[in-house]
């Protein structure tokens, strides 16, 4: 299963401004976020999902990519984290170089996931919530 989460567009302003986000999902399955109402610079880039369930085991994997991104401005050197949580007894734990700089290349992460609840079985209460911090030195973080 593919999942395409990307498309991700991220504006930056300057540190005295108050940080707000606005995410806006696609039909097409993309996911668009600007962080402050008139960006002066952005990082464009996209994220691929691929998950691969178990049919015999309550514990599966999940690969992502993320492109390296097209900048304006002041948008290169965006670095960005990334989490996931999961419910119903599932725990998600993300593998990803945390802090990557999303201008500078690509990168590719995982999300493995380990149910406690009912062994061999995929609990379907086991939502992913993905969590994509970004930073850059002199700018306020945006989520």
């Known amino acids: 299963m593919l999942l395409t989460t990307g498309a991700v567009a991220l504006g930056l302003l300057g540190t005295a401004a108050a940080p707000s986000a606005v995410a806006d999902q696609s039909d097409a399955g993309q996911l668009r976020v ?4 008139a960006p002066r610079a952005q990082a ?6 691929q998950m691969t369930p178990k049919a015999n085991s309550a514990n599966w994997s999940e690969k992502f990519h993320v492109s390296k991104a097209r900048t304006t401005r002041a948008g290169s050197g965006v670095a960005v984290n990334i989490t996931a949580a999961s419910a119903g007894g599932t ?5 990803f170089p945390q802090g990557h700089i999303l201008s500078s290349s690509a990168a590719d992460g995982t999300v493995g996931y380990t149910t406690s609840i009912a ?8 939502k992913t919530t993905y969590a994509y911090t970004f930073t ?4 306020s973080p945006g989520a």
């Open 119 to 126: 062994p061999k079985k995929i609990n379907p209460k086991a």
């Open 136 to 139: 850059k030195p002199g700018y």
């Open 34 to 37: 600007t962080i402050g109402a």
């Open 44 to 49: 464009n880039f996209d994220v691929k999902h």
């Open 91 to 95: 725990k998600a734990t993300v593998h």
